[in-house]
């Protein structure tokens, strides 16, 4: 497979430089134009994707080499690719899987995709300082592949002195600048951005932010740049077919953290989805398999406890026997309560905001038994991130940081996986295969 997916990295110089402004700004002005736009986005983020989707009118992908290796990503990221690619990075540039460390980084993925990157700066109590903060990011790693330097914070006064002062002492082109804009503030909370559904105002924001971009960004220039690079050639991601089944997915404003490739795998091998609500829909709809994702149940626990029939069907489903793989808030309303707050009690304890970070980062999964998704020694992996924690968390999976740090985490039988790591299904497709065949068993009454 080949394509010339054209294509644009977008990076910062580190978390809250206001990357995400600025590639929602990108693509809203592409797409405004008529281009045929897809996003991506590095590292294993949930919620800056969705903000892309609202833009480009189809789901964003991830694009992660932690869970996928160069190999598979560049495989991926071809499946995907439109004319025009647009890829958000994570955190700062070089940041990676340690403190010393720029693997699976925004600049690894840059490297892997051969694509040029768009440095995104934020000047705001800098002069000449600027310069030497792009001149660290040009030289900390050879090749950088910083192909260009997008102003952010920076007053339309001061932007030509910055322009002539990096250009000059860095020998990289400024593509333009963004002021500050308070106005389009993408809110924040524990897990980072809040989700798109709950911005308030998103189209007009976005609109704002395009039309700033096309009166201060070189588009022009930044097409350009994309059409400018080779193309990339990859083997073609297949999986064979393995019979129709149905597995209901939840989806609303309490789930809603899946990452595209694994709903395309499980698709790939024959599972038709369907959605459903927790919040709002009395049972679960008729189905072979069940998939709760992750997402902020914790916010919305007192309307998910009140959908008794709901919490019932749920209950019932499982304790039945029904194929179910539930990630982190999934895995959260199958326990008895989330603060206090009833909630399917299909497995033990209850759930409670600890305050703090409880984990977060990326983790390699190895099964200590056989069960729904593994056989005992399989691998999978995978990450956490959450504030809550749970009386009863499992101890079923053995999970190994890439610092080496490992702890026993999720539930599982042979029809259930229930914990708070959020898999990646195509890093262990057997998990999907083993999932789906599970399911063909439940709707043959096996």
Known sequence: MRKAAARLLVAGTGSGCGKTTAVCAILQALKN?????????????YIDPMFHTEIIGTE???????????VLAKSLFLKHARSLNVIEGVMGYYDGLSMSSAEASSWHVAGALAAPALLVVNTQGMALSAAAAVKGFLSLRSPSRVAGVLLNRVSPMTYPQLKDVIEAECGVRVYGWLPAMPECALESRHLGLVTAREVEDLRGKLQRLAAQAEKSVDLDGLVTLMRGQPGLEAEEVSEEKISDVTIAVASDRAFCFYYRDNLELLEALGARLVTFSPLHDAALPPCDGLYLGGGYPELYAEALSKNESMRASVHAAVEGGLPTVAECGG?????????????AGALPGGCANRGKLVRFGYAGLRAEQDSLLFAAGDAIRGHE??????????????????????????????????????????????????????????????
């Open 33 to 45: 134009r008529g281009e045929d736009v897809m996003s991506f986005k590095c590292g294993p983020d």
């Open 331 to 343: 895995f959260m309303y199958l326990t008895e309560a989330i603060a206090g707050h009833p909630m």
């Open 60 to 70: 964003s992908a991830n694009v992660d080499l932690y869970f996928a290796g160069e």
């Open 385 to 446: 991130f959450h504030y809550w924690d749970a009386t009863a968390p499992g101890e079923a999976l053995t999970a190994v940081k890439p610092s080496g740090r490992s702890w026993r985490c999720a539930h599982v039988s042979h029809t259930l996986y229930a914990g708070f790591p959020h898999l990646y299904f195509p890093s262990a497709p057997e998990a999907a295969q083993r999932f789906v065949r599970k399911c063909l068993e439940r709707k043959n009454g096996l």
